[in-house]
């Protein structure tokens, strides 16, 4: 018989029943040291006092109102995100998928209102970008693919860091838009090296190409510094957000240069919740604390600390890891055994960490976790490693 939630997760043996900080209690009682946030969205750990003031403030004020009207909550986090960002303008979702629809729907009505036939958009194997259709055609990926045909058309798709291939299919006349995580995340945490992001940027800009950066991931800190493109020095024409900016609560965001976005007009795209104030008042609030010199400093010492951690945990089990790859605190490690098989002992010793693809496991820990919780993590992790 069918189970009543639809069966398309592989769920571990335990179920969550609260969370504070780094720190997750199971129904049965056992506490698990989370380093995996909700695959980087409890960016501020659980249930973050200040966030949950937040909430709770506004959610004795208003829940919900159209966007047929002003919402002072979504006015406030758009102003916040185009003042630290190189956006001028900013469309709220419900989520990354989302936001990939949207900022899919903009690149394409850009070129349409130009008259020019570029609605090709390249993207690379490898990446994830939601499962909804342009997401999944997007990420070209058989896994998530197959049986699920006919595709939106009008994606090619590009091996990962092969420039030469880039520089060939961005010459392409009709090419007019280029789709990329800058740090993959369910690809098995696969960094694009600074120069390449510089150099994708200098060849969009040779084609009159949009860059559209897939920031839902490793946005909002993740890498030590509020978007992973700024490591490059290069900014984005548009860009999608989720997970990390609502610290828990649904939100995603396109943010986008006014030339990119100059096509979507009034009618063009709408949601029914998308920039609802809850999410917006607690979005609100993570930008106040993430978006912070000191609060980004200290993401990047204890992303050193992990890392290091992490390097003494692969010279320990050299059986059983292969090595240590990432930014800040996205970090994959690489198994040399079938990452499941450390995921399930991982779950023994109560550490949470992360599969994705390449057989990587993902540590994405909350931006505030403590010096402590990396050491007990690792700890935790290397009884793991000696258990197999
Ligand atoms: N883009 C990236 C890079 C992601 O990692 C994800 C989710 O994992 C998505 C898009 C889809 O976001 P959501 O699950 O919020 O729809």
Redesign the pocket.
Known sequence: MIPSVLPTYNRAPFAVDRGEGSWLWMEDGRRFLDLGAG?AVNALGHAHPALVEALTAQAGKLWHVSNLYQIPAQQALADRLVEETFADTVFFTN???EA?ELAVKMARKYWDDKGADRKVILAFEGS???RSSAGIAAAGSEKMTAGFGPLLPGFRHLPWGDHDALRAAMAEPDVGAVLI?PVQ??GGIRPLPDQCLKGLRDLCDEHGVLLIL?E??CGVGRTGRLFAHEWAGVTPDIM?V??GIGGGFPL?AVLATEEAASGMGKGTHGSTYGGNPLACAVGLKVMEIVADDAFLSDVRRKAGTLRQALEGLVASHPDVFEGVRGSGLMLGLKCRVPNTDVLTRAYDEGVLVVPAADNVLRLLPALTISEEEIAEGVARLDRAAGAL
């Open positions: 695959i989520s990354g998928t990939c994830f970008h939601g995580e995340g369910e897939d839902v991931q999608m989720a997970k995603g």
